[in-house]
């Protein structure tokens, strides 16, 4: 049974629901704090729900502005409700739907994981994860990949560690080394970064060489060459500590702390604003169009006039420069470094990037979905810690849910 | 000024172990059209690649308006004012039609594209054109006639000079290859040169100022295309006389009916619906009908490639459920696949293994395969279908579009099938080869096997079929004896579109 709803009606509909789930809210939190109504809190012991009623005011407030934003731009036409488009669109959000009731499991069974503090705690975990992931779904969508991009990580927090220790320290990298600015070492553990970057974009693109072994080559050479300037006298293979706190706050520092309120991580809005920058590249610049072109048909892209090899070698070095920040970043957050750091990074980047939807066909994949794919890991990681699900109960669950998602994606594009 | 926009000089190009061009001239005058012509591997899409920028030649020179240049790209080739039509060339299936368009060109200031002026330009030049697409609908949705359109559409767009088509109409109607012309004659009336590669003769005669023939990567002429008719090109082409473009049939089919389809219909409301036929021993049975008339997805259907809704099939009056490939083969069912090299051939093997494929089980005891068997076997059908190859050793990739047709015809004889399902046998191929698969087809009916032919040629439909199913839109239209062939009576059955009579009927 199909019923057709007028899109005008149904956007209403969405504002009024959105406004409804935020009053609740709000009423919730006013009973959770006034202590006017704190009898009202300790009858229906309102404390255990802890802080779902700044969720629902979230959720209220995304619903009513998704509606409203829908009926200005005035689409006109009906939204149909039948059995098949359900269908569709649990096939289009099966992986974000079985994250959602994942959720509400853990707050069933745990009501303390209802916190902003949770919720901050894993945006900040997702922050790292996500830039390696965009980086790594340049190369992705071009249907290759890259298995460099852990060992690079680990480069770029050895490299910018290495030269940003406290002049007090005991076991200084670089004895003599002078303080720098803090930019000039994150800048040449980025610009290491990128050269490995060029010789991955080199190797594929001039020889023509699968990424998966170009990137692999490159990787081993990566790790063999940190490992060397990690064993370097007098450091010799010792962890690297002793981080100037200027640094260090570049991962660890925390805006709007006030009161009880712990902050938010530096960390989330960086990864936002990088989330951003791709978003434009890949969807408003001529570099994104070829990229997206590249992977959906390398010879119609050559025969366009497009310079591949130009964009192949672009790619391999933006995404690059993305592993670099993303290992900076983990040295300043972890005020450290080793050579293994970042050690498997690439796998989860890829698996995270597959079940947001990228093709490992090249030519598909949105940045959205990206986010998704990493947040989803993560919310499932920390939400399964969060319940004492032993570890390798996790890496199980991780293992399915790579292989069903991205089952239930190829349905979408199979032929009947 | 020179009389030519382009001249092409002695070119030559040699691939590892071919001589693909040698010593090829082509000229080509401002504002006209000028076919380019030839068997398959007579070098015409080698030459143009040259032309393009793809290809590097190895000798020889190209002037452009009396001025040598040197074109190492596509790019670069775009820049000197020459677009190209490309053959088989699939469109980026996720991206939008209009980024399908303005590809390697975006509009945009320092990289960041416009996507407001593209949308512009693209709806600008698909209302020029006359052309009714949604620019933001995505390329791989689009029926393969309007991709060829939007091929054209950006080939115009590009403002060139020289226009190279490469088989521009292989899968366009007959009255879409009518639009396609007057295109051409505007772009010629603009003093643009058009060079037009295509096996159909009709459209050569019909659309070209000048003809220029090639053979075996040599040239052979240029000709006014006045003086020309289709006997005349043929000959030059082949290098001999070609009297009939026809084997002669001398048996009949029998009346004994070998399958009987009953109302099958496709899942898909879009695809074919209620098709219902007989088909005879050793008859051959043409399917026509126009671009999207759901004739492929019919037989694939038949082969078991696709799912069926309802009706039935009965194979020598006993029921037949086609589930998959291997449940057709076995009960006798082959299928010649229209997209030879996305679906038919495995280039990277050797003909060995392309003819023996689809009968390795024959060959093997316990999983073992028996070599010689195979191998004499293979020979044995490569031989019969008189595969012009230097041994079974060589990759069926390097062979022509002829040769790897037998060789994959080869192939499902070894099969023993009783029914044959060719679906454009003959698209792509030359003069030469066509004639040649012709006559394994008469062979095949003589000896009782039955044949079911899908052609989008309506010569060869009438040709070889001793009956003709024409369908549209899914449904099975009418069916033409022989006594009532004729290019109309086709054209009339296949465009009975259901929405026009529907509209008729209001």
């Given at each position: 049974?199909?019923?057709?709803?007028?899109?005008?009606?149904?956007?209403?509909?969405?504002?009024?629901?959105?406004?409804?789930?935020?009053?609740?809210?709000?009423?919730?939190?006013?009973?959770?704090?006034?202590?006017?109504?704190?009898?009202?809190?300790?009858?229906?012991?309102?404390?255990?729900?802890?802080?779902?009623?700044?969720?629902?005011?979230?959720?209220?407030?995304?619903?009513?502005?998704?509606?409203?934003?829908?009926?200005?731009?005035?689409?006109?036409?009906?939204?149909?409700?039948?059995?098949?488009?359900?269908?569709?669109?649990?096939?289009?959000?099966?992986?974000?739907?079985?994250?959602?009731?994942?959720?509400?499991?853990?707050?069933?069974?745990?009501?303390?994981?209802?916190?902003?503090?949770?919720?901050?705690?894993?945006?900040?975990?997702?922050?790292?994860?996500?830039?390696?992931?965009?980086?790594?779904?340049?190369?992705?969508?071009?249907?290759?990949?890259?298995?460099?991009?852990?060992?690079?990580?680990?480069?770029?927090?050895?490299?910018?560690?290495?030269?940003?220790?406290?002049?007090?320290?005991?076991?200084?990298?670089?004895?003599?080394?002078?303080?720098?600015?803090?930019?000039?070492?994150?800048?040449?553990?980025i610009g290491a970064c990128m050269i490995f970057g060029a010789l991955n974009g080199f190797l594929v693109a001039k020889y023509d060489m699968h990424p998966f072994i170009a990137t692999l080559a490159v990787q081993v050479m990566i790790y063999g060459a940190c490992s060397l300037y990690f064993d370097m006298p007098p450091n010799n293979s010792q962890p690297i500590g002793g981080v100037r706190p200027d640094f260090a706050a570049?991962?660890?520092?925390?805006?709007?702390?006030?009161?009880?309120?712990?902050?938010?991580?530096?960390?989330?809005?960086?990864?936002?604003?990088?989330?951003?920058?791709?978003?434009?590249?890949?969807?408003?610049?001529?570099?994104?169009?070829?990229?997206?072109?590249?992977?959906?048909?390398?010879?119609?892209?050559?025969?366009?006039?497009?310079?591949?090899?130009?964009?192949?070698?672009?790619?391999?070095?933006?995404?690059?420069?993305?592993?670099?920040?993303?290992?900076?970043?983990?040295?300043?957050?972890?005020?450290?470094?080793?050579?293994?750091?970042?050690?498997?990074?690439?796998?989860?980047?890829?698996?995270?990037?597959v079940v947001g939807g990228v093709s490992l066909n090249g030519g598909i994949g949105k940045v959205s979905g990206i986010v998704i794919g990493v947040l989803i890991f993560t919310v499932i990681q920390y939400g399964l810690q969060f319940i004492n699900?032993?570890?390798?109960?996790?890496?199980?669950?991780?293992?399915?849910?790579?292989?069903?998602?991205?089952?239930?994606?190829?349905?979408?594009?199979?032929k009947k | 000024m020179s009389e030519f926009v382009l001249e092409m000089k002695n070119i030559t190009k040699t691939f590892p172990g071919v001589k693909a061009l040698d010593g090829v001239q082509l000229n080509v005058r401002p504002g006209t059209v000028h076919a380019l012509m030839g068997e398959n591997g007579a070098g015409k899409s080698t030459l143009m690649k040259c032309l393009f920028g793809i290809y590097k030649p190895d000798g020889g020179e190209i002037l452009l308006d009396g001025k040598p240049v040197k074109i190492n790209s596509a790019k670069e080739a775009m820049d000197n004012g020459i677009a190209m039509i490309h053959q088989e060339l699939h469109p980026i299936r996720f991206r939008s039609v209009m980024e399908n368009v303005w590809l390697g060109r975006f509009p945009g200031k320092m990289g960041v594209v416009d996507h407001k002026a593209m949308y512009d330009k693209t709806k600008e030049l698909f209302e020029d054109l006359g052309l009714d697409v949604d620019p933001l609908a995505l390329a791989g949705e689009q029926s393969a006639a309007i991709l060829q359109m939007m091929e054209i559409a950006r080939a115009v767009s590009i403002n060139a000079k020289i226009i190279i088509m490469d088989e521009p109409t292989s899968s366009l109607s007959d009255r879409e290859v009518e639009f396609l012309f007057k295109i051409i004659n505007r772009l010629r009336s603009e003093n643009r040169a058009i060079i037009y590669i295509s096996h159909k003769m009709k459209e050569i005669l019909q659309i070209s100022d000048e003809v220029s023939i090639m053979r075996d990567g040599k040239y052979v002429g240029t000709w006014p295309a006045v003086s020309l008719t289709t006997e005349e090109i043929i000959k030059q082409m082949v290098g001999r006389e070609m009297t009939n473009q026809f084997p002669v049939r001398e048996d009949k089919p029998s009346d004994e009916v070998v399958l009987s389809v009953r109302h099958l219909s496709s899942p898909i409301k879009k695809s074919f619906q209620d098709v219902s036929f007989d088909l005879h021993k050793g008859e051959i049975l043409g399917i026509g009908g126009l671009v999207g008339a759901q004739r492929t997805e019919f037989v694939e259907a038949l082969f078991g490639l696709r799912g069926i809704e309802s009706g039935e099939v009965e194979k020598d009056g006993k029921e037949y459920k086609a589930r998959s490939p291997r449940d057709a083969k076995a009960h006798g069912f082959a299928l010649l696949t229209e997209e030879r090299r996305a679906t038919g051939i495995?280039?990277?093997?050797?003909?060995?293994?392309?003819?023996?494929?689809?009968?390795?089980?024959?060959?093997?005891?316990?999983?073992?395969?028996?070599?010689?068997?195979?191998?004499?076997?293979?020979?044995?059908?490569?031989?019969?279908?008189?595969?012009?190859?230097p041994s079974l050793e060589t990759l069926i990739q390097n062979l022509s579009g002829g040769n790897q047709q037998k060789v994959l015809?080869?192939?499902?004889?070894?099969?023993?099938?009783d029914i044959l399902i060719l679906d454009e046998?003959?698209?792509?191929?030359?003069?030469?080869?066509?004639?040649?698969?012709?006559?394994?087809?008469?062979?095949?009916?003589?000896?009782?096997?039955?044949?079911?032919?899908?052609?989008?040629?309506?010569?060869?439909?009438?040709?070889?079929?001793?009956?003709?199913?024409?369908?549209?839109?899914?449904?099975?239209?009418?069916f033409l004896n022989k006594d009532e062939y004729s290019q109309e009576n086709i054209m009339r059955l296949a465009t009975m579109f259901a929405s026009h009579n529907k509209a008729a009927a209001d």
């Open positions: 049974m199909a019923k057709h709803v007028a899109r005008e009606k149904y956007d209403r509909f969405l504002v009024m629901a959105g406004i409804a789930v935020l009053v609740i809210g709000a009423l919730l939190y006013l009973c959770q704090t006034l202590p006017a109504l704190s009898g009202i809190k300790s009858a229906l012991s309102l404390r255990k729900i802890y802080d779902l009623p700044i969720f629902l005011m979230i959720i209220g407030l995304v619903l009513g502005l998704k509606g409203f934003i829908s009926s200005k731009k005035h689409l006109g036409g009906e939204v149909v409700f039948s059995s098949k488009n359900f269908s569709a669109f649990l096939t289009n959000n099966a992986i974000l739907l079985a994250m959602l009731v994942l959720v509400i499991v853990i707050c069933i069974l745990q009501p303390r994981f209802m916190q902003i503090r949770v919720a901050l705690d894993i945006l900040t975990q997702s922050s790292t994860r996500l830039i390696i992931a965009l980086g790594i779904c340049f190369t992705l969508l071009i249907a290759g990949t890259d298995l460099s991009a852990g060992r690079m990580v680990g480069l770029a927090s050895v490299v910018s560690a290495s030269m940003l220790q406290t002049a007090t320290y005991a076991n200084r990298f670089f004895p003599d080394l002078p303080q720098v600015e803090v930019w000039m070492p994150i800048l040449a553990a570049l991962g660890q520092m925390r805006i709007f702390q006030t009161g009880s309120f712990q902050g938010i991580s530096i960390l989330i809005p960086i990864a936002a604003v990088i989330c951003v920058i791709i978003w434009f590249i890949l969807n408003k610049t001529v570099f994104g169009k070829n990229v997206y072109a590249i992977g959906g048909n390398r010879e119609a892209a050559v025969v366009a006039g497009i310079n591949v090899f130009r964009c192949i070698m672009g790619i391999f070095i933006l995404a690059s420069c993305l592993y670099g920040i993303a290992g900076v970043l983990e040295a300043a957050r972890t005020a450290g470094a080793t050579n293994n750091y970042g050690n498997g990074y690439e796998l989860d980047a890829i698996a995270a990037c699900v032993s570890p390798m109960w996790q890496q199980v669950i991780k293992g399915i849910i790579i292989a069903v998602a991205v089952a239930i994606d190829l349905t979408k594009y199979r | 495995f280039g990277i093997l050797p003909i060995l293994e392309n003819t023996v494929i689809a009968n390795q089980k024959h060959y093997a005891h316990l999983g073992i395969l028996n070599e010689s068997k195979r191998v004499a076997e293979a020979s044995e059908g490569c031989k019969e279908l008189n595969v012009k190859a015809i080869a192939r499902w004889l070894l099969t023993n099938s046998p003959t698209r792509g191929i030359d003069v030469g080869a066509k004639y040649e698969i012709y006559t394994i087809m008469l062979e095949q009916v003589k000896q009782g096997k039955s044949i079911i032919m899908i052609s989008s040629e309506q010569p060869e439909l009438m040709g070889m079929s001793d009956r003709i199913m024409v369908m549209c839109e899914g449904r099975v239209t009418g």
